[in-house]
């Protein structure tokens, strides 16, 4: 049983974990940088210390400062949350070698899903359908290209070391190939240190699904059902819900299946989430999996009733799970709530938030970590918070969402609150006709 946790993370989510340790009698430590001062989640948990400089390298992601306020609070487990070194394996590993326990999964098993040619290579061995496409590593623009030709085009470039959309290229003929080859690989060498490059048939259209897993540390797997996360912009998920309105029982069995496998094959322990592409004939294809908690698992918590974090420290501690499958109950949608301006290209717009007036009521949860008062750092991601909407069906928990989105008050700061407004009246939305390129062509008005 642990007795103290630290929360190597800020915001909603650092607040979203002490909540949960607090329920379940876990004392928590947090970590701040100069510039989360005066965050909430300073506040709430039952120890702070400060680690560093407001930027990401100098606090957050720095594992030396973060190793030392867990050895001066005597933590004996540190969660990680969500971006910042959550997937890192190196942290997992520091942490596990200091006699502290990382609250996910084990270094290899980050590692085995942070290479995507390696990921997708397990997969095929274990059955998991994945995006028909070249073996391994492209050599040469001329093999990429005779690739390209025997597949047909359109195909897709993507990093080995990539993922959530960094340096793909889409390739429609073979004359566009050397410059889509040359920029990937020049991409991906800058932004991840690894110029590695493969090839997939690129889908038209697709959706994206997640399936959330748990597995315990003695092989059991269990899926909790799906969520919809098509409504992105520039790879930056807006809205998720779950069930997945294209969702059907008998796509859910297969999706669930799937994902077990893909956990199974690494004998994964923890939550984890396996995305998939999917297709308009709901043909489904493994995309990648993502090793940590995610900002949207409030919305499967809603439909399932379900703490995702307390499973998630119970897992780490040695509890075993039933291995029993979850099918949502009832219907939830979630709006991110950004500091950003949607009438200007979503633009970051930090600052004071001078007044605020969260919602509330039947059907309304709202994850935040902002009050009246409170200055949103320019250094770290723009979310204020997030607003999940339950209701038996999805047109109730829309119009809920309505509600509950007209009732919010943020001033001082420019907010994603007009984007979603319009988004719940959306007629293409409301009858579950959209998937990932829907937002290109919607038009704030
Ligand atoms: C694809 C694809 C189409 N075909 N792969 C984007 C994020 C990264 N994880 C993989 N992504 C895609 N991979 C093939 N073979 C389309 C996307 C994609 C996408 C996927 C999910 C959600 C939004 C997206 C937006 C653009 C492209």
Same mark, same amino acid.
């Given at each position: 049983?642990?007795?103290?946790?630290? $929360?190597?993370?800020?915001?909603?989510?650092?607040?979203?974990?002490?909540? @949960? &340790?607090?329920?379940?009698?876990?004392?928590?430590?947090?970590?701040? !940088?100069?510039?989360?001062?005066?965050?909430?989640?300073?506040?709430?948990?039952?120890?702070?210390? &400060? $680690?560093?400089?407001?930027?990401?390298?100098? !606090?957050?992601?720095?594992?030396?400062?973060?190793?030392?306020?867990?050895?001066?609070? #005597?933590?004996?487990?540190?969660?990680?949350?969500?971006?910042?070194?959550?997937? #890192?394996?190196?942290?997992?590993?520091?942490?596990?070698?200091?006699?502290?326990?990382?609250?996910?999964?084990?270094?290899?098993?980050?590692?085995?899903?942070?290479?995507?040619?390696?990921?997708?290579?397990?997969?095929?061995?274990?059955?998991?359908?994945?995006?028909?496409?070249?073996?391994?590593?492209?050599?040469?623009?001329?093999?990429?290209?005779? %690739?390209?030709?025997?597949?047909?085009?359109?195909?897709?470039?993507?990093?080995?070391?990539?993922?959530?959309?960094?340096?793909?290229?889409?390739?429609?003929?073979?004359?566009?190939?050397?410059?889509?080859?040359? @920029?990937?690989?020049?991409?991906?060498?800058?932004?991840?240190?690894?110029?590695? $490059?493969?090839?997939?048939?690129?889908?038209?259209?697709?959706?994206?699904?997640?399936?959330?897993?748990?597995?315990?540390?003695?092989?059991?797997? &269990?899926? %909790?059902?799906?969520?919809? &996360?098509?409504?992105?912009?520039?790879? /930056?998920?807006?809205?998720?819900?779950?069930?997945?309105?294209?969702?059907?029982? *008998?796509?859910?069995?297969?999706?669930?299946?799937?994902?077990?496998?893909?956990?199974?094959?690494? #004998?994964?322990?923890?939550?984890?989430?396996?995305?998939?592409?999917?297709?308009?004939?709901?043909?489904?294809?493994?995309?990648?999996?993502?090793?940590?908690?995610?900002?949207?698992?409030?919305?499967? *918590?809603?439909?399932?009733?379900?703490?995702?974090?307390?499973?998630?420290?119970?897992?780490?501690?040695?509890?075993?799970?039933?291995?029993?499958?979850?099918?949502?109950?009832?219907?939830?949608?979630?709006?991110?709530?950004?500091?950003?301006?949607?009438? #200007?290209?979503?633009?970051?717009?930090?600052?004071?938030?001078?007044?605020?007036?969260?919602?509330?009521?039947?059907?309304?949860?709202?994850?935040?970590?902002?009050?009246?008062?409170?200055? $949103?750092?320019?250094?770290?991601?723009?979310?204020?918070?997030?607003?999940?909407?339950?209701? /038996?069906?999805? /047109?109730?928990?829309?119009? @809920?969402?309505?509600?509950? %989105?007209?009732?919010?008050?943020?001033?001082?700061?420019?907010?994603?609150?007009?984007?979603?407004?319009?988004?719940? /009246?959306?007629?293409?939305?409301?009858?579950?006709?959209?998937?990932?390129?829907?937002?290109?062509?919607?038009?704030?008005?």
């Amino acid at each position: 049983m642990f007795k103290k946790i630290l $929360i190597a993370n800020r915001g909603e989510i650092a607040l979203r974990v002490i909540r @949960t &340790c607090r329920e379940m009698g876990i004392k928590t430590v947090a970590v701040y !940088s100069t510039a989360d001062r005066d965050s909430l989640h300073v506040k709430f948990a039952d120890e702070a210390v &400060c $680690i560093g400089k407001p930027q990401s390298a100098e !606090s957050y992601l720095n594992i030396a400062h973060l190793m030392a306020a867990a050895e001066i609070t #005597n933590a004996d487990a540190v969660h990680p949350g969500y971006g910042f070194l959550a997937e #890192n394996p190196k942290f997992a590993q520091i942490c596990n070698d200091h006699g502290i326990k990382f609250i996910g999964p084990t270094p290899d098993m980050i590692n085995s899903m942070g290479d995507k040619i390696t990921a997708k290579e397990t997969m095929i061995k274990a059955g998991v359908p994945v995006v028909p496409g070249g073996e391994g590593l492209l050599q040469s623009v001329d093999e990429a290209k005779s %690739l390209a030709k025997n597949m047909g085009y359109p195909v897709i470039i993507k990093a080995t070391a990539g993922g959530g959309g960094k340096g793909m290229r889409i390739v429609w003929e073979d004359t566009e190939m050397e410059k889509a080859y040359d @920029t990937a690989k020049l991409e991906a060498a800058a932004s991840f240190k690894n110029d590695g $490059i493969y090839m997939e048939k690129y889908v038209e259209e697709p959706r994206h699904i997640e399936i959330q897993i748990a597995g315990d540390q003695y092989g059991t797997i &269990c899926h %909790l059902s799906e969520r919809d &996360c098509s409504i992105q912009r520039r790879h /930056q998920k807006l809205v998720e819900e779950s069930p997945s309105p294209f969702m059907t029982d *008998e796509l859910r069995y297969k999706m669930g299946e799937a994902a077990k496998k893909a956990a199974g094959a690494i #004998n994964y322990e923890s939550v984890g989430t396996v995305e998939f592409l999917v297709d308009k004939d709901r043909n489904f294809y493994f995309m990648e999996m993502n090793t940590r908690i995610q900002v949207e698992h409030c919305v499967t *918590e809603e439909v399932i009733n379900f703490d995702l974090i307390k499973e998630q420290i119970k897992i780490a501690m040695g509890d075993r799970i039933s291995g029993a499958d979850y099918i949502p109950m009832n219907h939830a949608i979630e709006c991110r709530i950004n500091a950003e301006d949607p009438y #200007n290209d979503f633009r970051p717009s930090p600052g004071r938030i001078t007044s605020l007036n969260q919602p509330g009521g039947h059907g309304v949860r709202v994850d935040s970590h902002v009050y009246a008062g409170y200055v $949103i750092p320019p250094y770290y991601d723009s979310m204020i918070g997030k607003l999940i909407t339950i209701a /038996q069906t999805r /047109q109730e928990a829309i119009q @809920t969402m309505y509600r509950a %989105l007209s009732e919010y008050v943020i001033e001082g700061v420019k907010t994603t609150i007009p984007f979603h407004l319009q988004l719940m /009246q959306d007629e293409r939305f409301r009858s579950g006709d959209f998937n990932t390129k829907f937002l290109d062509r919607f038009e704030l008005k």
